[in-house]
């Protein structure tokens, strides 16, 4: 289980909670936030988080990043993500469960 700020993900179920309450996101939006909760604290590159969401060889939306980090601070709330800029995104370090 990974926990950031009231969000929960569970890699073996695939299931996202926030702040107890079930969330219903994309493969897409998964994925990002995936990768981003894998690496609390850390910032991820544009870049890094595009190797995340496309196979080799796919091609890849000017902006999709963007808008796939819009979806998920829509659902999530705008406190999980944080924007660096020039550098990419970042969520806060993760939580010690139990």
Same mark, same amino acid.
């Given at each position: 289980? /990974?926990?950031? %700020? ?10 996202? &909670?926030?702040?107890?309450?079930? *969330? !219903? ?18 910032? /991820?590159?544009? %870049? ?10 796919? &091609?890849?939306?000017?902006?999709? *990043? !963007? ?32």
């Amino acid at each position: 289980m /990974l926990a950031v %700020a009231g969000v929960t993900l569970d890699p073996a179920t695939r299931r996202v &909670e926030c702040k107890g309450k079930e *969330v !219903e996101l994309s493969a897409k939006e998964y994925a990002l936030l995936h990768a981003l909760m894998q690496q609390p604290g850390r910032a /991820l590159s544009r %870049a890094q988080l595009e190797q995340h969401l496309y196979a080799w060889g796919d &091609e890849i939306g000017s902006n999709t *990043v !963007e808008v796939y980090i819009h979806h998920l601070r829509r659902k999530l709330g705008p406190e999980i993500i944080r924007t660096l800029r020039g550098i990419g995104y970042v969520v806060a370090k993760a939580e010690s469960k139990p």
